[in-house]
Nanobody, 122 residues
């Protein structure tokens, strides 16, 4: 089971980015996919998740209305579209899987992609 994340970078406040998380070694639709982030000096927190069977989506309050998670099972890829970015969104972002249900807890996800840095700054 491998997850390959991409899409980070430097963006100005109010800007947008899109992350991709591509899975190999397993069927993406069997598992929930979560996005987490960790800012300097802070604990890892759940940002968004999309469930395996229903495709239900979940968002942290801090990103609701700005971030959108979606999944393309044929491409084995989950996307996180981030709009109206704020400096407080600056963090290393991770995608994670291996759980059959969505969860806010990182320890519920056994498989992780490499982190990708997002810096929101003018």
């Amino acid at each position: 089971v491998q997850l390959q994340a991409s899409g980070g970078g430097l963006v100005q406040p109010g800007g947008s980015l899109r992350f991709s998380c591509t899975a190999s070694g397993f069927r993406l639709d069997y598992y929930a996919i979560g996005w987490f982030r960790q800012a300097p000096g802070k604990e890892r927190e759940g940002v968004s998740c999309i469930s395996s069977s229903t495709g239900n989506t979940y968002y942290a309050d801090s990103v609701k209305g700005r971030f959108t998670i979606s999944r393309d099972n044929a491409k084995r890829t989950v996307y996180l579209r981030m709009n109206s970015l704020k400096p407080e969104d600056t963090a290393v972002y991770y995608c994670a899987s291996g759980s059959t249900v969505c969860s806010d807890y990182a320890e519920d996800f056994p498989s992780w992609g490499q982190g990708t840095l997002v810096t929101v700054s003018s």
